[in-house]
């Protein structure tokens, strides 16, 4: 099921630039919808993962060199 919520207002990285991708540094951005997802936010770490842990990672992008975004969230 897709659902899509509008974007309110986007904040990028005040040094972030597009020129350097795919090794842009300053690679984030706060996004603000116009309603609550119905999911549930993840909580931010309180301590690195230890090493060979596993872990799951959500967002926009390319997953891969040589790839477009799709703009879809994976």
Do not use: C, W, Y
Not at 5 to 19: D, K, R, Y
Not at 33 to 50: D, F
């Amino acid at each position: 099921v897709e659902v899509l919520i509008n974007v309110i207002e986007l904040a990028m990285h005040p040094n972030f630039s597009i020129e350097a991708q795919p090794n842009a540094v300053h690679d984030v951005a706060l996004v603000t919808l116009e309603r609550p997802a119905a999911v549930p936010p993840i909580g931010i770490a309180q301590t690195p993962p230890q090493v060979g842990a596993s872990a799951t990672i959500v967002g926009f992008g390319t997953t891969g060199e040589k790839q477009t975004d799709s703009g879809f969230k994976r």
